[in-house]
């Protein structure tokens, strides 16, 4: 088993940290809202970090040292019936902290120390070992591994008495691996954690973001595939959401937040397939880096995060990209900006638009290549047909129409000016951070939403660009998902 080496400046939590190692990806999952955390500190000192990870964040192929994924997180806000924004959020935690490890009590949404330490903890079960112990539980010497033992299938008094699924096999409502209960687990290796984000002031939101009550069930899989090539290159994810809160909040948004690094990561694209609620990050040349031993060369992959399941029915209702900056259509600073995302607007509170880099500014002038009108989706291509993502209003411009779509090779194409720093502005590869959102939606109290998501890596074959797979690859895991994976 790989590990990871953890150092800390002065850092309030260090967050519990594993990994899925099942297939042809290796993940590292943080337990607290956040994955894939920064590869090391070493190129990125002068940015603060506190936290350094010694090891690849999202590594495909396994063993290779290569990685397609800086940063992944969860940001979710709502309005209570006074309008109040409340919301949670992470990207790097060199700013402070909106998650910490734990259920929440079911009467007043709150969680004191000794919980949040004793679920500060992944617990991390593969289908062999789950198989092991239905069959020899009960035999002299066999040894039931730590995380069947204490698999987290109650909480105490005052919080919720199910929270880990499990399978009660003589149906008295009460998990005991003595009487031969086991984890109800998702795919032949699982991750399951739970957090919060009321156990103490919102600091990476800027102490902005009033505290929403949300308690999060985590369950990250895969599938030990070698003859199923798209199985064998997907990991899972499935969200349960609890509103431990008395608040009913409305105009609710989840966003799955991505700091794309296809190997060197400032030459990457980013782009959209409306259809299949997907977004996406594909390297904007043909090779990527300059053969350095951790970019893959001639054969970057694209890596695909797929919408498989969202509140209430929903898809992706949204995807938009941000730059690496400060200004309106750079990094969120505020619990206010990052909403704003959500909802598909910049941090000035202007929608996005149509083509070109969809930027409004403040003075409501159109940046390079904006056509209108407002959108909800950046770069789909072809995929919006029926312009979904305007309204069924077709775009201005020409789009949509006689070959003619919006992406970032047509923007670059459209108006080329790289930035010579490699940064990619206004137009050109560059370091690529993307939104996928869901919503709105209503989130009364006590109720419980439920998301599924995958990640999914997609390689060229001898005869066709990764580009070109990429949506048999979707579609591959959504039939598989529909069917319960059967085989």
């Not at 603060?48 to 940001?75: I, M, R």
């Not at 206010?336 to 930027?359: D, I, P, S, T, V």
Request: aromatic share 14%; net charge negative; hydrophobic share 30%.
């Amino acid at each position: 088993m790989m590990l990871c080496v953890i150092g800390f400046a002065s850092v309030a939590q260090q967050p519990p940290i594993s990994h899925l190692e099942i297939n042809n990806v290796f993940p590292t999952i943080l337990g607290d809202g956040t994955y894939f955390v920064p590869q090391k500190s070493i190129n990125y000192g002068d940015e603060g970090y506190d936290t350094y990870y010694n090891c690849t964040t999202w590594e495909v192929p396994v063993g290779s040292g290569k990685q397609t994924v800086f940063q992944h997180a969860l940001w979710f806000g709502g309005l209570d019936a006074s309008e109040e924004l409340h919301l949670a959020a992470y990207r790097y935690g060199n700013v402070g902290q909106d998650y910490w490890s734990g259920p929440l009590k079911t009467s007043d949404g709150s969680i004191d120390r000794l919980t949040s330490m004793k679920y500060h903890h992944i617990w991390n079960l593969t289908r062999a070992e789950i198989e092991q112990f239905i069959a020899n539980h009960g035999n002299a010497g066999y040894q039931v591994p730590d995380d069947i033992l204490t698999w987290p299938a109650h909480g105490d008094a005052g919080y919720a008495q199910d929270l880990a699924p499990f399978v009660d096999v003589n149906n008295d409502g009460h998990y005991n691996p003595n009487d031969g209960d086991y984890p109800d687990i998702k795919g032949d290796q699982c991750l399951f954690f739970i957090f919060n984000d009321a156990f103490k002031p919102h600091t990476e939101s800027s102490f902005e973001g009033v505290p929403i009550g949300l308690e999060v069930h985590a369950m990250v899989y895969a599938f030990n595939a070698p003859n199923d090539e798209v199985l064998n290159n997907t990991v899972f994810v499935n969200y349960k959401l609890y509103n431990r809160s008395s608040n009913d909040y409305h105009n609710t948004y989840l966003g799955l937040w991505t700091d794309w690094d296809l190997g060197y990561g400032w030459d990457d694209y980013v782009g959209c397939d409306v259809q299949r609620n997907s977004c996406f990050a594909y390297n904007g040349t043909p090779v990527d880096g300059e053969e350095q031993p951790w970019t893959y060369g001639d054969n970057p992959p694209v890596q695909v995060l797929s919408i498989l399941n969202g509140p209430d029915g929903l898809g992706m209702t949204g995807f938009m990209y941000h730059n690496n900056s400060n200004a309106d259509n750079g990094d969120p600073q505020d619990a206010q900006a990052y909403y704003f995302y959500l909802q598909g607007r910049w941090k000035n509170g202007h929608h996005m638009q149509y083509g070109g880099n969809a930027f409004i500014d403040y003075n409501g002038d159109p940046g390079i290549g904006v056509v209108g009108p407002d959108c909800n989706y950046m770069f789909p291509g072809d995929s919006d047909p029926d312009n979904i993502g305007t309204g069924g209003i077709a775009p201005n411009g020409g789009y949509n129409t006689n070959g003619k779509f919006w992406t970032e090779e047509e923007c670059a194409e459209s108006y080329p000016n790289p930035d010579p720093d490699g940064w990619g502005y206004p137009f050109g590869p560059g370091d690529r951070r993307g939104l996928a959102s869901v919503g709105p939606f209503n989130f009364p109290s006590g109720s419980m939403k439920e998301l599924d998501y995958a990640m999914i890596t997609v390689w060229k074959s001898n005869s066709q660009s990764a580009m070109e797979r990429k949506g048999e690859f979707i579609d591959h895991v959504k039939a598989m998902f529909n069917n319960g994976f059967a085989k």
